[in-house]
């Protein structure tokens, strides 16, 4: 292709909005000198190129949005190293059908049982599938609420959590909750209701979830609303973290000898 029609080529896509085919152009072109492809070949390779870029770009796009604490992609979690886990169970919590459905998902179980760590992975599987993603500890969402309400845009920021696809609420539990913590993230969640998708981890059983909201009565109608279709993952297995560390000093010991 000469350097003037190129350079055209070139502007005409900037022009169309397509920057990802202006970048890979050369290379394509290149390509396909060498290999005698085809226009029709070629224009699919170009096109091809744009629709990754495009799709890599979103992926970034949703992770940033999602605020995960850590990027833990779902390779990184060992499944032998929690047999109890009910692994079908968890491979469906990879698709998509709960977020279409507006299911909900619970983890419950005791700290480092891997709790967190799973929910950032399927939210990243959710970010991969499109799909708005949001990560918050419980503790912080709250204290944005309040702060938002002195602000008084307290309106603004319900909306705005209301229009995740799902919303990730980790670590309910830790920290008990003032009377106005625990009525706006219970505004929060029942907003939220057949609405949208809530993954929750806790390490509080659902009978002691009073402690946490305060209110019997609101904490009963709380369950009410989150359990209703979900799924619910009890990891009663010994400590995730725990076996990694013990699995990582025995590697180590085992290269010194």
């Not at 390779?45 to 970034?60: D, G, Y």
């Not at 305060?214 to 979900?230: F, N």
Request: charged share 30%; net charge positive.
């Amino acid at each position: 292709m000469k350097i003037g029609l190129l350079m055209e080529l070139k502007e005409n896509l900037k022009a169309l909005n397509l920057p990802n085919m202006v970048s890979s152009i050369e290379g394509l072109v290149r390509q396909a000198k060498e290999t005698g492809i085809g226009y029709d070949e070629f224009l699919l390779n170009l096109t091809v190129s744009e629709l990754q870029a495009r799709a890599e770009n979103r992926l970034a796009r949703r992770i940033r949005e999602a605020k995960f604490p850590l990027i833990k992609p779902i390779e990184t979690f060992d499944l032998a190293a929690v047999p109890d886990l009910d692994i079908r169970l968890f491979r469906e919590l990879t698709r998509e059908d709960y977020i279409k459905e507006r299911r909900n998902a619970i983890f419950l179980g005791r700290t480092g049982t891997g709790k967190t760590h799973m929910a950032i992975a399927l939210g990243i599987e959710a970010c991969k599938n499109n799909f708005r993603t949001r990560f918050a500890t419980c503790y912080a969402l709250v204290n944005e609420l309040i702060e938002a309400r002195k602000e008084k845009v307290l309106q603004r920021l319900l909306q705005k959590y209301a229009r995740y696809d799902l919303l990730i609420l980790d670590e309910l539990g830790y920290v008990p909750f003032s009377k106005e913590g625990a009525e706006l993230l219970f505004q929060i969640i029942s907003e939220r209701h057949e609405r949208g998708s809530v993954m929750i981890t806790t390490n509080v059983g659902f009978a002691d979830w009073t402690q946490t909201f305060g209110d019997p009565v609101m904490t009963a109608a709380l369950l009410d609303r989150l359990t209703h279709k979900a799924h619910i993952i009890n990891c009663t297995w010994e400590s995730y973290r725990l076996k990694q560390t013990l699995m990582e000093n025995r590697k180590h010991s085992e290269k010194e000898k």
